[in-house]
């Protein structure tokens, strides 16, 4: 497999810069061997794509397409902490979709998110996950993604 930066050049996707915190956190921290994102909305130069319930006033493919948005954000936060190619596999995705109450289909919307980490890491990109349907999000976002990866060391190996 390609470097993760070739891979996302071949998809003809640019990591964006890093989405402005909207209270008391950083976007990502490392911690040995592994990058903590802090969830990550659907930010698009600095404007939040969509607002609303998955299931009323966003469907559920739009909101695909901004799990997918989430999932770009997180890898701009850990390219901005560690580079994009010391990642060695996605280890976890936890996504959360502010949805109606009779709105089922969270995992089908957080695909958007676990697809697209696939397409960048190929096999690395397989991952542990949660698809987590909430009331309310952020700025009434109607998704939010956080990741977990594992990264190289300084020196290249796995590890700190």
């Known amino acids: 497999m390609s470097s993760a930066s070739s891979r996302l050049a071949e998809l003809g996707v640019e990591l964006p810069s890093v989405p402005t915190p909207l209270a008391s956190y950083v976007p990502a921290v490392r911690s040995g061997s592994h990058v903590y994102t802090s969830g990550q909305l659907p930010i698009v130069a600095g404007q939040l794509q969509a607002t609303g319930k998955v299931g009323a006033e966003v469907t559920a493919d739009e909101a695909t397409g901004y799990a997918r948005t989430c999932a770009l954000n997180a890898l701009a936060a850990v390219h901005a902490l560690v580079g994009i190619d010391s990642v ?3 280890v976890k995705v936890v996504g959360f979709v502010a949805s109606t109450p009779d709105f089922t289909g969270q995992p089908a919307v ?3 998110a676990s697809n697209f980490l696939g397409e960048v890491f190929g096999d690395a990109g397989f991952h542990a996950r949660s ?3 909430v009331a309310v999000l952020p700025l009434d976002a109607p998704v939010e993604v ?3 990866v ?4 300084a020196d290249g190996t796995i590890g700190d």
């Open 131 to 133: 698809a987590v349907g």
């Open 146 to 148: 956080e990741i977990i």
């Open 110 to 112: 957080i695909n958007g």
């Open 88 to 90: 060695v596999r996605v």
């Open 150 to 153: 594992e990264v190289k060391g």
